[in-house]
């Protein structure tokens, strides 16, 4: 009888957490469709960026569907939870003036942790999730950021990115969970079950956006997009088999998770744009996989399709595509688009397709039910409790590279630490790229958080090089973003390698953190310290760093990416 009551509840939990179809809310969203103009229609499939809004006005002539904070596009009053409440609110007013009072979506990257907002819990960026296996805590993550971000009256974050990066000199490596598709999957399932709950409807849930679909994390060395890059937006040189065994894997896992959006890619698949290619967009992602929410193009990624602006968005909606990112120049789609359709060059019926889709979204979501939603002020932001699981994070995806002489755990009571490194006390440089600005930046003054100095000192460590018995060295990689970090090498800089060699003439043990968004070359030092510690980006919550070093808690992270020449995927020392 028990294993009966086992098995019932098993399947109960199966049942419960199997995501609602977005196609049963089909009779709704057709009926809407059936009273919409044109121009309703395409406004639907706009979004456009608040910062680049003519008039916010404009919101309501145009009938915008989506406004977006990409990088860089925050409230004039700051980053403050306030300020970005205030602003979210009121663009979301503007869509409450229209003809049909579609609410809009707002959405925003926040991609670990609402990282625009000051005073937000910043979680360690995706590879030092990876190498964490830990998908509960994954999971958990991503509530707490819905939470977050529900706390700034935004509903729509352009996350988990599921991209299988291939090449770590790419500068969107530490956006990737990892090298290895499953470990993709599984992460990137658990990110979409976090962030959207127990189902769209949920007011503590924000919807998600799988990304980028689809290699982008493949592309050929010196096949960069615009800007002379040399990798990002470039050319993924595969065949569809093995295009599909490396990074089809995460949609394969976030479209049954759910997932309400999916955000194609800028890269191209053998010289195609995958944001105009109908094979992958709707053959592939719609009809074999069975997606039903909706498709957001990326930024300004329609415009790279062909030189004919006017072209490109009708290849791109005939494609697949059904909302498109258009942060300044949205006058001009929907001038272009209107076009498109009354000449019959995109037919209705993909137009109907798209707003249909957009508007199961946005019914699922319970954004066109009129009873009252949670105030912004109601949800828990920057709490003791969400620092917590940050610093589980933490400490869970520390990969212990060489620790010659069980040099750590230090003996916290007889440490005399003498600190240096440019990233020892450095918020800036221990949160990377996508933190209150969109390349991020090194400093003090990034935001609020623990660097690792103030970790050691909030530990008890004596910190001082008078009489030391160990030194703690953090070094790595200062802040950057998308493109901006694509690098042709990946060397120490000369300043880091001294500051370890400096720490070694002093005799005393030395343990070295690396700081960094990927793997790096350790060569320089890998003699020169006693024990290495990739801490990747962690984030705010630097005490996680402190948790390890000082053997309260073990070492237990595994590389999620192989470590060229030096640690193989899935490396990693305990004590
Ligand atoms: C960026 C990124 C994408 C992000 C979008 C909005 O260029 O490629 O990951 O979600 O634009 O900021």
């Known amino acids: 009888m028990k294993q009966l009551f086992l098995a019932a509840g098993i399947s109960i939990l199966v049942a419960q957490t199997k995501p609602i179809p977005l196609s049963s809310f089909d009779a709704k969203a057709k009926d809407l469709l059936m009273r919409m103009t044109l121009d309703e229609k395409i406004g639907q499939m706009t979004q456009a960026d608040q910062m680049f809004l003519k008039d916010p006005s404009d919101i309501e002539t145009y009938f915008l569907g989506s406004i977006l904070s990409g990088g860089d596009s925050d409230p004039k009053e700051g980053n403050s939870r306030e300020a970005w409440t205030n602003l979210a609110t009121g663009i979301e007013a503007h869509a409450n003036k229209t003809r049909l009072r579609i609410p809009l979506l707002y959405g925003i990257d926040a991609v670990h942790g609402h990282s625009n907002v000051l005073g937000a819990v910043i979680f360690p960026h995706n590879i030092g999730l990876g190498a964490t296996r830990d998908a509960a805590l994954v999971e958990q993550i991503g509530k707490i950021t819905a939470e977050e971000v529900r706390a700034t009256g935004i509903q729509w974050v352009f996350a988990p990115c599921v991209t299988v990066p291939q090449d770590i000199r790419w500068g969107r490596t530490y956006e990737g969970f990892s090298e ?29 956006c799988a990304k980028h679909y689809l290699g982008d994390g493949g592309t050929t060395f010196g096949t960069g997009g615009p800007g002379k890059k040399v990798l990002d937006q470039g050319d993924t040189r595969v065949d569809e088999a093995t295009l599909r065994r490396l990074h089809l894997q995460g949609y394969l896992t976030t479209v049954p998770a759910g997932v309400g959006t999916i955000m194609p890619s800028y890269n191209s698949w053998n010289g195609v744009k995958v944001s105009g290619s109908k094979h992958l967009l709707t053959e ?13 193009s990326d930024y300004n990624a329609v415009d790279q399709i062909t030189k004919d602006y006017k072209t490109a968005i009708g290849v791109s909606i005939n494609a697949g595509m059904d909302m498109v990112m258009v942060p300044d120049h949205y006058r001009e789609f929907i001038h272009n688009l209107k076009e498109l359709v009354q000449e019959g060059a995109v037919p209705m019926s993909r137009i109907d397709d798209a707003v249909t889709r957009i508007l199961r979204v946005k019914f699922a979501m319970g954004l066109m039910d009129s009873k009252p939603r949670p105030s912004p002020a109601s949800f828990a932001f920057g709490t003791p409790e969400h620092r917590a699981v940050a610093r589980q994070a933490v400490r869970e995806s520390l990969v212990l590279l060489k620790n010659d002489h069980q040099t750590l755990p230090l003996a916290k009571s007889v440490a005399r630490i003498d600190v240096s490194g440019k990233s020892a006390d450095d918020i800036g440089n221990q949160c990377g790229g996508w933190t209150i600005s969109w390349q991020g930046k090194s400093g003090a003054t990034t935001t609020g958080g623990t660097t690792i100095l103030a970790a050691l000192r909030k530990a008890g460590a004596k910190v001082t090089s008078e009489g030391a018995n160990v030194g703690i060295v953090v070094i790595g990689e200062t802040p950057y973003a998308e493109g901006q970090g694509d690098r042709a090498e990946l060397p120490l800089s000369a300043e880091d390698v001294a500051a370890v060699k400096k720490m070694r003439s002093t005799g005393i043990p030395v343990v070295v953190i690396l700081i960094s968004g990927r793997p790096m070359i350790l060569d320089p030092i890998l003699d020169q310290a006693d024990a290495i510690v990739a801490a990747w980006l962690p984030g705010t919550e630097g005490d996680g760093v402190t948790d390890v070093l000082f053997g309260a808690y073990k070492p237990v992270g595994k590389l999620s990416f192989t470590w060229p020449r030096q640690f193989n995927f899935g490396f990693g020392l305990t004590y």
């Open 180 to 208: 290895d598709p499953k470990l993709v999957s599984e992460l990137g399932a658990a990110a979409v079950r976090g962030l959207q709950g127990k189902g769209l409807s949920d007011p503590h849930a924000v919807l998600a």
């Open 284 to 296: 592939v992602l719609k009809e074999e996989i069975g997606f039903q929410g909706f498709l957001i």
